[in-house]
């Protein structure tokens, strides 16, 4: 599967960005997405998780209130809306994807396929 993510950029805090990544190639009936991000100079962590129904997605408790996971299976893609966004969300946001569901979904080393990232960066 090759992932596509996209809608980073430069926002004030308390600014909204949107992020999608799109899916390409084989479909799978439990396709796992997910999102992290790594800031310079920092490992990749984890932001958000949401199975393929779409329902119940997990969030870090760092972002957990503030952003929005969502899914068109569709057009084979997830969102993720970012709102009062902080310096400190700063960084550059990776899509992930697996298939079937894990345990350890915040652990980067547990997906396969991954986008090619794209830079959000929070002005104070």
Do not use: H
């Amino acid at each position: 599967v090759q992932l596509q993510a996209s809608g980073g950029g430069l926002v004030q805090a308390g600014g909204s960005l949107r992020l999608a990544c799109a899916a390409s190639g084989p479909t799978y009936s439990n396709y796992i997405m997910g999102w992290f991000r790594q800031g310079a100079g920092k490992e990749r962590t984890f932001v958000g998780v949401i199975n393929r129904s779409g329902g119940s997605p997990i969030y870090s408790v760092l972002v957990k209130g503030r952003f929005t996971l969502s899914r068109d299976n569709a057009k084979n893609t997830i969102y993720l809306q970012m709102n009062s966004l902080k310096p400190e969300d700063t960084a550059v946001y990776y899509c992930g994807g697996r298939i079937g569901w894990s345990t350890r979904y915040y652990r980067p080393d547990d997906y396969i396929d991954w986008g090619q990232g794209t830079q959000v960066t929070v002005s104070s």
